[in-house]
């Protein structure tokens, strides 16, 4: 008889009506949701994907008082249950998790710093990079290398509307700087510190850039030729939809393998996608590792069926 296995997915318009919690001494702990496309335990998860996206949390309310104490307090006394809701929210992943899971909810806030840190830690090479609100340190920095780059350390894009009819879209990328750039910025600054911290990076000459996709223990890897096209040369996610740019299947060295490996047990991410860089000197070079980056356009574009592969992780029943 053929056994076949049940599949729930929950998407941020999932409707959570109820959440309870139970911690036992002879049962453990389970979390058990109500929801509008009907009930879920801990318990029956065998493996869990997170992909993005969280539990909605209870809803707050709206204020038509004047009194601007009475106002205060409510508004203390609703970022207590918020605060609240956010940690019965990591309960549930937890609860989720323990069967065996691919990516988790607290992979949202990866810290850039520490993966190239780790990265390092592991024998992957890296660019030479600087994390700084001092000019000076800048100055002396950028002077090493023709050119440098600045981007975000963690810096999330968004939206919203500013006027009738007008939408207004924020974000950073990957800038490539000279040093005149820098000394100008100097000057214009007058010496004096930048208010915030930025990420700052030698510019590494590239032959082609690798999107890597790991999935606890393989490795999905293409290379992206964008170095002919002036809008992708800097960072390849600058895409240009008009000219794209040309993605074929690669082999990673075994060596370079060994190390990314290293690298992601190092920080307890069983997937994610990973940019690095092949220089004219042949060289492996690490950029950084998103743990829900995207993974679709490699999976087509190479002919991977990575969906595929991670379907059958899943309906595996052992860890």
């Not at 850039?112 to 390092?120: F, G, I, P, Q, T």
């Not at 490539?176 to 930025?198: A, W």
């Not at 223990?217 to 800097?234: D, G, L, R, V, W």
């Amino acid at each position: 008889m053929e056994n076949k296995k049940k599949i729930c997915r929950i998407n941020n318009e999932t409707d959570i009506q109820g959440i309870s919690f139970k911690i036992s001494n002879t049962e453990g702990f389970s979390v058990g949701l109500s929801t509008d496309q009907g009930n879920i335990n801990s318990k029956d998860i065998k493996k869990f994907w997170y992909r993005r996206g969280n539990f909605k949390s209870n809803k707050g309310f709206t204020l038509s008082m004047q009194d601007t104490k009475l106002k205060e307090m409510i508004f203390r006394i609703q970022d207590n249950f918020q605060r609240e809701n956010e940690r019965m929210i990591d309960n549930v992943y937890s609860a989720f998790e323990k069967g065996g899971r691919i990516n988790r909810f607290q992979e949202n806030i990866t810290n850039k710093v520490h993966n190239l840190s780790m990265a390092h830690n592991a024998g992957l090479k890296i660019p030479e990079t600087l994390v700084t609100n001092n000019i000076n340190e800048l100055l002396s920095f950028s002077a090493r290398y023709d050119s440098i780059i600045t981007k975000d350390i963690e810096f999330n894009s968004f939206q919203f509307t500013y006027e009738e009819g007008s939408e207004v879209y924020i974000h950073q990328p990957v800038l490539k700087l000279s040093r005149s750039d820098i000394q100008n910025q100097s000057i214009k600054n007058n010496g004096k510190e930048f208010s915030h911290f930025s990420m700052y990076q030698e510019y590494t000459e590239k032959k082609y850039e690798l999107r890597i996709f790991y999935l606890k223990p393989k490795f999905y890897t293409m290379a992206i030729f964008s170095q002919a096209n002036e809008k992708t040369k800097t960072d390849f996610r600058n895409y240009d939809n008009e000219k794209p740019n040309r993605c074929v299947p690669y082999q990673l060295p075994k060596e370079i393998e060994v190390k990314l490996t290293s690298f992601m047990q190092s920080i307890d991410m069983n997937s994610g996608s990973i940019d690095m860089i092949f220089t004219p000197e042949k060289e492996y070079v690490f950029l950084e590792v998103n743990p829900i980056g995207q993974f679709q356009w490699l999976s087509k574009c190479c002919n991977y069926d990575i969906e595929r592969q991670i379907a059958f992780d899943l309906l595996k029943e052992e860890i």
